[in-house]
């Protein structure tokens, strides 16, 4: 299974690193590939590009606000998750992933 996705907050800052670091973290524990591009203070960093997407089962976005380029996964299934939520428990947001692909 592979995973791509978004992790944005609002201020760019602290929660939307963490939040990525936190779903790579647990991905790796439990097998998914993934790759979470972060859309931060600091411009796109480790951006998705179309030959990630074609190659994702799914698109897991960890949004406090409103993220940018979002076209490139029409027609992927997308679960969606809270930015902070993907901190707390970002266990939960690779569950749903996992869950849409069976």
């Known amino acids: 299974m592979k995973i791509v996705g978004i992790s944005i907050c609002s201020t760019g800052i602290a929660h939307t690193y ?3 670091e936190a779903l790579v973290s647990v991905a790796k524990q439990r097998g998914p590939e993934i790759k979470i591009e ?3 203070a600091m411009g796109f960093e480790n951006e998705v590009d179309m030959d990630d ?3 994702a089962d799914v698109v897991l976005l ?3 606000c409103v993220a940018e380029g979002l076209d ?3 027609g992927k299934s997308i679960v969606e998750v809270d930015v902070a939520d993907a901190i707390k428990n970002p266990l939960a947001a690779i569950l ?3 869950e849409i692909i069976k």
């Open 18 to 20: 963490m939040a990525a």
């Open 38 to 40: 972060t859309q931060g």
């Open 53 to 55: 997407v074609e190659s």
């Open 62 to 64: 960890a949004t406090g």
């Open 72 to 74: 490139r996964f029409e």
């Open 96 to 98: 749903k992933c996992e």
